[in-house]
């Protein structure tokens, strides 16, 4: 079983930035199996960033857009999410997720809240 713990969510204004982070413990951890999600009011849960297992290259989300950045650090077990240029619409629980050799996100962290006001 993996355990992940996010930090680093927050009350912001529009055209902030935030940096998040997600710590992993637990068996074996392979950071190139982790993601971030997000999960707004009313709304499903949405793919936001991940690494590509072989090659370990990052992918977005396509609303991303550019104002996102995913980076790992792989000794630490932990992985980040460099939000700019925040908008309201970003407003939402941010999870990350862990992928197992299966190909399933099936470890979630409880997520750390992130409100952009404007």
């Known amino acids: 079983q993996v355990q992940l713990v996010e930090s680093g969510g927050g009350l912001v204004q529009a055209g902030d930035s935030l940096a998040l982070s997600c710590a992993a413990s637990g068996r074996t951890i392979s950071s190139l199996r982790m993601a971030w999600f997000r999960q707004a009011p009313g709304k499903e849960r949405e793919f936001v960033a991940g690494f590509t297992y072989n090659g370990g290259r990052t992918y977005y989300a396509d609303f991303v857009k550019g104002r996102f950045t995913i980076s790992r650090d792989n000794a630490k077990k932990t992985i980040y999410l460099q939000i700019n240029t925040l908008k309201p619409e970003d407003t939402a629980v941010y999870y990350c997720?862990?992928?197992?050799?299966?190909?399933?996100?099936?470890?979630w962290g409880r997520g750390t809240q992130v409100t952009v006001s404007s």
């Open positions: 997720a862990y992928r197992s050799a299966g190909g399933s996100f099936d470890s």
